[in-house]
Every structure is written in structure tokens, then in C-alpha cells.
């Protein structure tokens, strides 16, 4: 009614004011739409050029130097030798170093040192760790060009990004909890056991994901302890030589012969729906393991 | 005080954390079966006094104990004492509850399967629940999570996980402070009950809450340096009725704190 005390309705000044909000939205959209349209570009036109090339032959065959005949069978393997033995040297050294730092160190000067150092770590440029690798493991350690070096050397790579998530998980399990158990009588080892670690575990695995996610696409570090490009046979112990899936991808796009492109393209598919399905079996084992722990 | 009725006892405690004096020269007794209450006003070293009692305050980094406190006429800081056997006889139920992220069941069990108890778990945690007047409640839904419980629920649910593990003192840190009213007179009274059994312990800030429960009452307080400092202790009903001091008279009546 026009007789009302207070004046409700919208005058310029709230208008001006939706309008900037508006505006604020659509600018985020926007950026959003930006990303989606780079990486649904990317994936479409690796779609388009390499799904012609995806059949059985190409997973089970060796490369050759016909585009026709090469599949990337060795470098399909080459991966899994390589990424499973990182995981079982990044896992067990990575969450024991987060749960030194996180539950055991002294707060101290040193420790904080660590802590940024190891943070810095992770930007480090791969194929420094690489360098770092060929040195150490090939050379010095004289474990030849072969699967262990090349694990190793992923797992020096991913270490850092293992402990810096490790950590924020086991940093978010409530002191409140802690003090529970001990005040029920736990030691230190077992408020750990007990109650730590089950709370912090779906964070481990996340780390553990992202850290073996970004070591199965790195091409760097493997071309520099040159891992082989060419090999028709499959490492069968971790002394073997042996190929991963991005240098041979890399190895097919390098080639001018318009075949190996679409090579390329399906290897980068096979690549992404590796990476994918670990994805799906962290998610589904993180889920498990956090019901079971609530239990 | 006879000594025999004495089941907590506390000479001379000095508490630091690191250059800060937290306590300063507190002795108290507490008595077998009786509830005692600390009151005083907020940061007069309460919290900190009970958590010296079962070596809590060990957990706290710079903390450093001074003096003695003896619980059964041992002195729990002495040199090869295990801070986790002290807590087993000494149970603590915290200011917010704070149940695991298990179920109801496993919570109460988790003292015992920590301790390897080789006994039947289902009837401990059946008495134990029904001590903490919180079996009728969940009874039904042992397996579900603790985290579906109300506040109160959860509250008396940590009781039981402390009375699990068969203390003789149970301390209690403003344990109805973060719950609603119905659920402060429930752990009132369950204090009382419990009190046949237990030697309790309880910081309260609410003036009304230690004149209903409590048999003893201490009085903390601190000057400008912060240091807390025992003013007096004695039968609730004294304390309340007729103080020796006049800072506590000053204090229950509502003159400051």
C-alpha cells in the first residue's frame, strides 16, 4: 500500500546492486566455461584422431614400425612394473614420514625447515629428478636402465606430494579424539594405531592417488634414465629394461608419418582410462575403509 | 579428613607452561566416593589442576608439574609411573563430548579391547551404558554411529566409555557446559549416582551446578600474575553457606568472575 511507513520496493541504488551481482556471476562462469572448453577441445580431438586407431591389436602388440602393426603393449606393462613398485617404496616411506613430522617431531626450527623444504620439493622441475636418478640409481647404485631405477625415481618425485597430503589428513583428525583415547589408557602408539590412523586413511589414499596419477604420466624423468622406446619384450623381474606409456606416446608424436598421430592420440586414451580406473578404485577402497573405521 | 578416606592428594603443585606459572603451591585432598567441585573463575588453573591429576597435562607441550600428587598413597609422578596405567584408574570425561567416529558399542569397548580385555566385552558395555542411564536409549541401536546421538547422549555416552574401563576416579571437566538443560540435569544426577561407586572430580563454572552435587567444594582464584592458587576447600555446604574468605563469599555470591 502506498500509506506503508517503510518504502520495500526496488529502487536504483538495489538495482545497481543485483546488476554487479549478476555481473560477478557471469564473470565466473565464464572462467569456468574457459577451462571446460580447453580440456573438452583437447579431448574431443584426441577422441577424434585416436579412437580409429583403438582396437585389441592395439593393446596386445608390440610397437613396429608400421603404424598398422605397432601397439603399445610393452609400454602398457612397462607402466604397471613401474608404477606398482613406486607405490610400495612411496606409500610405506611417504606416510611413515608424515606421521614422524606430523605426530613425533619436535616443533622446532628444523623441523620447520624440513616441512618448506619438502613442500618445495614438489614444485622441483621432473626431469631434475631424473638427472637425480640416472645419477643415484643408474649410475651410482649401478642398477642399470631398469624398471627398479625407474620406480625409484618416481617414487623421489611423488614423495613430496604423498607427505604434504599425508600430513593434512593425519593434522585433521581431532586432538579431541586423541585425547579420548588416552585418557582411556592408550599409549602413544596406540592412540596412533587406533585412532589416527583409521580417521586419516581416506586422506592417504588421496594422496597416494594424486602421487601415483602424476608419476604414470611423467615423461622427463624416464626419457632422462632413458627408459627404452623400442622393446618388443615385457620386463619379467625389476631388473629389466623397459618402457612407459608417455615416452612412447611422446616417441609417436615425434615421428612425421601421419599414422603414428593417431597412435599417439590412442595411447593418450588408453592412458587416461588407466588413470581414471585407479581413480575409481581409490575412491571405492576410501569409502570402504572409512566405513569400516566408523564401525 | 582421615587418611584412609583420602583417595587423591595433592601437595605443594606448581604448574608451569614455559615461562607462564599456570599453579601455584595447591594442596588439596579428595575424598573416596564424594564429588568434589573446583569453582573459580575463568583461567585460575581449574582445568589445569585436573588434568595434573591423571597426568593429562603431560600431553601438553612446555607443561612442567612440580610438587606431588598421590593417588592411593603413590606418588603418580615418580619416575617409572606409566602415564596410561594412571589414566586407567583416573578416567577423564572432557568439557565438549567427544565420542570416537565408531559405533556406540565400540566406543564403550575401545578401552577394553585397548587393554586387551579378555572378558565378555557385550556385558561390560551393557552395565556400563546402563550406569550412564544411556542403555534404554540406544539399546536398540548398539551398531549404529555414536555421531547420531544428541549432545547430551553423547555425553553421557563418553561416562560409559569411561566407566568401561573401571576407574576409581572419574575427573570431569565442565562436562554439562556444552549441553542444554535437560541434558545438564541428566549428567547431574548421574554424577550423583555414580558418586556411590566413584571418587569424582568435577570443574564447574555454574555456582548452582557444584552446590547440587557436590560434597566438597575448592575454591581457585589469581591475583594480577595470573598464577591460580587454592583459596579454600571444605564441605559444600559450608563453603556455600558460610565461607572463611571473603574473596569466596564475593565470589559464589555473584560479585565478580
Known sequence: MDSSKFNLKLNNDSKNRIVKGFIFQALLILSVAICLLGLGSLLFEILREGLPWLSWHFLTDFPSRFPEKAGIKSAIFGTIWVITFAALFIIPIGVGAAFYLEEYARKNIFSKILEINISNLAGVPSIVYGLLGLAVFVQFMNLGRSVLAGSLTLALLVLPIIIVISREAIKSVPDSHKNAAYALGASKFQVIQKIVLPQAIPGIMTGTILALSRAIGEAAPMIAISALVYITFLPTTPMDRFSVMPIQIFNWISRPQEGFKGLAAAGIIILLIILLLMNAVAVYTRNRTQKRSEE | ?257
Not at chain 2, 584412609?4 to 594442596?27: M, P, Q, R
Open chain 2, 1 to 257: 579428613m582421615t587418611g584412609s578416606d583420602t583417595i587423591l592428594s595433592v601437595k605443594n603443585l606448581n604448574v608451569h607452561y614455559g615461562e607462564f606459572k599456570a599453579l601455584k603451591n595447591v594442596s588439596l585432598d579428595f575424598t573416596r566416593n564424594k564429588v568434589t567441585a573446583l569453582i573459580g573463575p575463568s583461567g585460575c588453573g581449574k582445568s589445569t589442576l585436573l588434568k595434573c591429576l591423571n597426568r593429562m597435562n603431560d600431553l601438553v607441550p612446555e607443561a612442567k608439574v612440580e610438587g606431588e600428587i598421590t593417588f592411593e598413597n603413590q606418588d603418580i609422578y615418580e619416575a617409572g609411573i606409566d602415564p596410561a596405567q594412571v589414566r586407567l584408574h583416573i578416567g577423564m570425561v572432557f568439557q565438549k563430548p567427544n565420542p570416537f567416529p565408531k559405533t556406540i558399542f565400540n566406543n564403550v569397548a575401545f578401552g577394553l579391547k585397548l587393554n586387551g580385555f579378555k572378558g565378555d566385552i557385550e556385558e561390560v558395555v551393557e552395565t556400563s551404558l546402563r550406569q550412564a542411564a544411556l542403555w534404554d536409549e540406544v539399546k536398540d541401536r548398539l551398531h549404529k554411529s555414536a555421531m547420531t546421538l544428541s549432545g547430551g547422549q553423547q555425553q553421557r555416552l563418553c561416562i560409559a566409555r569411561t566407566l568401561a574401563v573401571e576407574p576409581q576416579v572419574i575427573l570431569m571437566d565442565e562436562p554439562a557446559s556444552a549441553l542444554d538443560p535437560i541434558g545438564t540435569i541428566a549428567i547431574e544426577n548421574l554424577m550423583r549416582d555414580l558418586a556411590d561407586k566413584y571418587s569424582i572430580v568435577v570443574v564447574t563454572h555454574n555456582m548452582q551446578q557444584a552446590a547440587r552435587v557436590s560434597d566438597y567444594t575448592a575454591f581457585l582464584m589469581m591475583d594480577d600474575d595470573r598464577a591460580g592458587y587454592l583459596v579454600e576447600s571444605g564441605e559444600t555446604d559450608v563453603i556455600f553457606q558460610n565461607p572463611q574468605d571473603e574473596r569466596t563469599e564475593a565470589y559464589i555470591t555473584g560479585r565478580f568472575g
